[in-house]
Structures are given as C-alpha cells and as structure tokens.
C-alpha cells in the first residue's frame, strides 16, 4: 500500500459502487485517485460519491455533504489544507505537476502523468466535484453564460494557437486570456481565483 505524499502515513482503499477506487490518507485525508476516475466522481451528481473524501472528522465528511456544506466552508478549508509545492508520486516517486482538472475551476490538484493519477488535498474531491456539476448542469442564466463564453473563448484561443503558436506563447497564460475574452475586470482574479467563482455561483 503507497504512503501519503503529505504526511506519508499508510493510505486505504475506499471503493464506490464497481468503477471507482481511490486511496485516502486516515491521517490528512488527502485522496490519491486514477484520473479516469477521478473524472467519474468529478461529474457524479454531489452527495452520491462524497462520503468519506475529506474525513470523519471534518464537516465536509458528512453523508449530506454535497446538499448541506456551505461552500464558502468548504473553500476555506480547501484554501487552508491546499500543498503549494510538488510533492512526490505515491507510486513511482516522480515530482508531481500542480495544474487544475478543469480551467474554469480554480483548485489546484497534483497530477503524476506516467501513473496517471492525481493527489487531492482535503476538501478538494468534493469542492471540484460541486463546481464542475455546478458549471456543467446549472440552468441560471448566469452560469449558463460562464459557460458559452468559456466555449467560445477556448475556441478563438485554440484557432490562434493552431494560426501562430510562437505568438500563442508570447501573449502570457491561458487564464489571463480567458479571463479577457469572457470579459473580466484585469486584476480581479476572475474565475481564476476561489472567491471569484464562488461569488459567481452562490450570488443568485
């Protein structure tokens, strides 16, 4: 059984339904995942694959999570527990990459390509799982308008890249291009950051 990369403690398995086993930290309740299935629990329905994500000791653990967690409390803890600096693959002991599973969802996550899988931190299963169904199925006019912007702008961006990709390179990252092309105040974070999004989907 691999070892946390944080607190290097004994991981467990936790299974959900026949498809979805993760490895979860008993002692910081990091989750260790395939990214295929990572993406399953990701774009499951909140509340159906949550339980035990973030640990019993902590609300986010809750069966009814997905329905009764405030999200600003789940980004708090998000925000508290989150790894700044790469840690090591549980498996093949590689230098693992920070970089997020969806761009319109700021939480960052560590991802080892040769395995294959990611490493969550506490709270970060659940939050991604809550604002990717939120951006995904939501029917309010707002978040229905994040996301024919969002597709419309990656789809200029990918027709530049393909047109010119030194010059690609040369305008800074892909968030800031976003954030401009959906329209956002410079500076403000945007979507990009934690609040910005929160604020977009809990102000209705």
């Not at 070892?3 to 008993?26: H, N, Q, S």
């Not at 990717?132 to 029917?139: F, I, R, T, V």
Request: hydrophobic share 40%.
């Amino acid at each position: 059984m691999p070892r946390c990369p944080g607190c290097f403690a004994l991981m467990t398995y936790v299974k959900e339904g026949p498809m979805v086993v993760r490895k979860t930290c008993p002692s910081c309740f990091g989750v260790w995942i395939e990214r295929i299935q990572f993406l399953r629990l990701a774009r499951s329905q909140p509340g159906v694959a949550m339980e035990g994500a973030a640990g019993q000791t902590n609300s986010a653990a809750s069966p009814n999570v997905g329905q009764a967690a405030d999200l600003r409390d789940l980004v708090e803890v998000v925000v508290e527990s989150d790894t700044k600096k790469p840690l090591d693959c549980p498996d093949c002991h590689a230098t693992m990459e920070i970089q997020r599973l969806h761009p319109l969802i700021p939480v960052n996550i560590q991802s080892c390509r040769s395995c294959a899988s990611d490493w969550l931190d506490v709270g970060k299963l659940e939050l991604i799982n809550r604002l990717y169904w939120e951006l995904l199925n939501s029917s309010d006019p707002k978040i229905v308008n994040i996301r024919e912007k969002y597709a419309l702008a990656s789809l200029g961006l990918e027709q530049l890249r393909e047109r010119d990709e030194a010059s690609m390179q040369n305008m800074g990252r892909f968030g800031q291009l976003l954030d401009a092309s959906l329209g956002l105040p410079e500076g403000s974070g945007g979507l990009w950051s934690l609040e910005g999004l929160v604020t977009a989907l809990a102000s209705r």
